[in-house]
């Protein structure tokens, strides 16, 4: 057994553990922490998907003793000010789900997705590596193609996503660069901010 330290959405979680248990069956079996879904358990459906330090991953494929001293968000984290992530609130609106399954999953990775394509990351289907790519349906769906839907509530989804993406379209960024409420990349960011300011 082995001591592991986690700051799960904010908080230090110090767990017991195998050196074999992953992160999670950590969050979901060790710390109750089930919004966080099990699909295949092989890297293959997205389900798992958690940010660590704002980045997702499947949390499916790694052990939890690999994480020891990093900033984790679940499902549980997201939301912040006792407000739902806009992420959240689109997906409602959107009708981005059906059995709600993939949904946590889809939510934590589109979060990551957004930082990611706000610090100017390629996908595969970006034409023109010199500047960002504009969050186009294609661009959305290609770089959510992790996250798999059973449920196939696809269209829902990637509205969803492109409404939060829209609003960085229209985003104004102040003298000092600090990106205002209400913009895909502040939308992006609020997860690991409202952590931090936990
Ligand atoms: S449960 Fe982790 S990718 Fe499917
Ligand atoms: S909403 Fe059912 S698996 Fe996606």
Do not use: W
Request: aromatic fraction near 2%; proline fraction near 2%.
């Amino acid at each position: 057994m082995v001591d592991v330290q986690l700051r799960v959405n904010g908080t230090i979680e110090t767990l017991d553990l195998r050196p074999r248990v992953s992160l999670l069956d950590a969050l979901r079996e060790h710390l109750g922490l089930t919004g966080t879904k099990k699909g295949c358990d092989q890297g293959a459906c997205g389900a798992c998907t958690v940010l660590v330090d704002g980045e997702r991953i499947n949390s499916c494929l790694t052990l939890a003793v690999q994480y020891t001293g990093r900033s984790i968000t679940t499902i549980e984290g997201v939301a912040g000010g006792g407000e739902p992530h806009p992420l959240q609130t689109a997906f409602i609106r959107n009708d981005g789900f059906q059995c709600g399954y993939c949904t946590s999953g889809q939510i934590c990775s589109a979060i990551g997705m957004l930082a990611e394509h706000a610090a100017g990351a390629p996908s595969a289907v970006t034409e023109h590596l010199a500047s960002r790519a504009e969050l186009t349906d294609v661009e959305i769906r290609e770089r959510m193609s992790g996250n798999l839907c059973r449920c196939g509530a696809y269209n829902g989804i990637a509205d969803a996503i492109g409404e939060v993406a829209a609003a960085a379209a229209v985003q104004e960024v102040t003298e000092t660069g600090a990106v205002r409420r209400g913009s895909a990349a502040g939308a992006a960011r609020q997860a690991t901010t409202a952590e931090a300011a936990r």
